[in-house]
């Protein structure tokens, strides 16, 4: 039972980045997924939430820069970053509250010039 997030990275202002999240271990169809993310001294802002049935939500911070998808054939949940800001420098993790609650190790990105 795990969540592997991958495709972070450094990243210019105004760049794009793709991040992933497989999940294994439990039935990944029937779970609302979320990114947050973190920043060392800093609270966890939870950035976006998709649902079972697709519908989505957003923290105000990344509305319309930001994309949440899912695959539920490979049991993939999706972060598609657009127009990257300084500001969004932080660790990303994937979570859901299936399978007991979990939590994944998280993925670095960095936008800076």
């Known amino acids: 039972v795990q969540l592997v997030e991958s495709g972070g990275g450094l990243v210019q202002p105004g760049g794009s980045l793709r991040l992933s999240c497989a999940a294994s271990?439990?039935?990944?169809?029937?779970?609302?997924m979320s990114w947050a993310r973190q920043v060392p001294g800093k609270g966890l802002e939870r950035v976006s939430k998709?649902?079972?049935?697709?519908?989505?939500h957003y923290a105000d911070s990344v509305k319309g820069r930001f994309t949440i998808s899912r695959d539920n054939t490979k049991n993939t949940v999706y972060l598609q970053m657009y127009s990257l800001k300084p500001e969004d420098t932080a660790v990303y993790s994937c979570?859901?509250?299936?399978?007991?609650?979990?939590w994944g190790r998280g993925t670095q990105v960095t936008v800076s010039s």
């Open positions: 271990g439990f039935t990944f169809s029937s779970c609302a």
């Open positions: 979570a859901t509250d299936c399978g007991g609650g979990l």
């Open positions: 998709i649902y079972p049935d697709g519908s989505t």
